[in-house]
């Protein structure tokens, strides 16, 4: 059976998972029921409602795309704020509810030097030590 089939309570799968994505990347979530039909999606992150609404504050930097049978949030470039950051959809309908949850774990930009020192010297051997 597929998500608009019959008349069932929404179910998602999986329930959890984890997702690792670099600092300034795009990340995107889809959330697509297994079941379900005449679906209202909301997204929340850390148990905070996230809006898709142009007033909302988070609405720069998150994106909500929802339709019929699925939905999307979608995070143009990942900051390392959005680190250990729990993203929740929620499918419901008149039948019930369900919910599957994505932690995100943010890799760092890598230390990119900002001056030239010589290769060898005593500066240098400490910048290497310290950066990496």
């Known amino acids: ?33 297994i079941l379900g039909d005449q679906l209202r999606f909301s997204w929340s992150r850390n148990g905070r409602p996230l ?13 909500i795309e929802s339709g019929q049978f699925e939905s999307s949030l979608t995070i143009a470039q990942v900051t390392a704020k959005d680190t250990g950051s729990n993203f ?15 932690l995100l774990s943010v890799n760092g930009k890598k230390a990119q030097f900002c001056c030239s020192v010589p290769i060898g010297s005593k500066v240098w051997r400490i910048l290497v030590r310290y950066l990496c």
């Open 1 to 33: 059976m597929f998500a608009g089939a019959g008349s069932s309570a929404p179910k998602l799968e999986p329930k959890f998972s984890t997702r690792t994505q670099n600092e300034g990347t795009r990340f995107k979530i889809l959330c697509s029921p």
């Open 51 to 63: 809006s898709s609404s142009k007033s909302a504050d988070d609405y720069q930097h998150y994106q």
């Open 88 to 102: 929740t959809c929620t499918a419901a309908n008149q039948l019930g509810m369900d919910t599957m949850t994505v």
